[in-house]
């Protein structure tokens, strides 16, 4: 059964920081893994996909990478904004049961200015 | 935006009774799953739907039932609700296999 941690649970920081969220899974058997932004009683934004063949992906301001083998993916944010503000969501897809989804708990990240 | 909507966006109900939950995917896109996310938690798994079969499904009771019609929009049915089904709902589209997902705005959902 699929497990996956985040940590920090949660972060504030000053304006410009460079901030890692980690995020660790139990079943190394995934298809892919994305990472999500959720801002209060919202939706899910998605971030950034990587496949199981893939070792990162960046897209502006964030890079995630994935460590199959060991379970664990990070998410850097460079020179953090306000806006950054949120909860981090880590989602692994297995391979196995029909692609299930399983989430971690977030990271609920406060930038401040 | 994703181009996957949902329907109500708030709704209120009373313990013992059920609602349906609609869920619109984005164009072209076959699976949907639906997640239950609590308070201060991360979304929990349903279940998926792919080609209008269930197609995996969380540890959920069976009074938590779903479908997905032939232009893959997809409704989530809960029965008997319970105090503990207050949640935000969600749903997600995606193409059948390794791809990503894209989520809908989700229902908030409160049972008095």
């Known amino acids: 059964k699929q497990e996956v941690t985040q940590i920090p649970a949660a972060l504030s920081v000053p304006e410009g920081e460079n901030l890692v969220l980690n995020c660790s899974f139990t079943?190394?058997?995934?298809?892919?893994l994305q990472w999500f932004r959720q801002d209060p009683g919202k939706g899910l934004t998605s971030l950034l996909l990587?496949?199981?063949?893939?070792r990162e992906q960046t897209s502006g301001r964030l890079n995630a990478s994935l460590d199959k083998s060991s379970g664990r993916s990070t998410l850097y944010i460079a020179a953090s904004q306000p806006g950054d503000s949120a909860t981090y969501l880590c989602?692994?897809?297995?391979?196995?049961?029909?692609?299930?989804?399983?989430f971690g708990a977030g990271t609920r990240l406060f930038v401040k200015a | 935006e994703t181009g996957v909507t949902q329907s109500p966006t708030h709704l209120i109900k009373t313990r013992g009774q059920q609602v349906t939950l609609r869920c619109s995917s984005q164009s072209g896109h076959n699976t949907v799953s639906w997640y239950q996310q609590a308070l201060g938690q991360g979304p929990q798994f349903i279940f998926q739907?792919?080609?209008?079969?269930?197609?995996g499904r969380g540890n959920f009771p069976p009074r938590f039932s779903g479908l997905q019609f032939p232009n893959y929009s997809s409704e989530l049915n809960v029965n008997a609700l319970e105090l503990d089904d207050s949640a935000l709902y969600l749903c997600?589209?995606?193409?059948?296999?390794?791809?990503?997902?894209?989520f809908g705005p989700g229902t908030r959902l409160t049972v008095t």
């Open positions: 990587i496949q199981s063949s893939q």
């Open positions: 989602a692994p897809k297995g391979d196995t049961g029909g692609f299930k989804t399983i």
């Open positions: 997600a589209s995606s193409l059948w296999g390794s791809n990503e997902q894209y």
């Open positions: 739907y792919y080609r209008e079969e269930e197609n």
């Open positions: 079943d190394s058997a995934i298809y892919n």
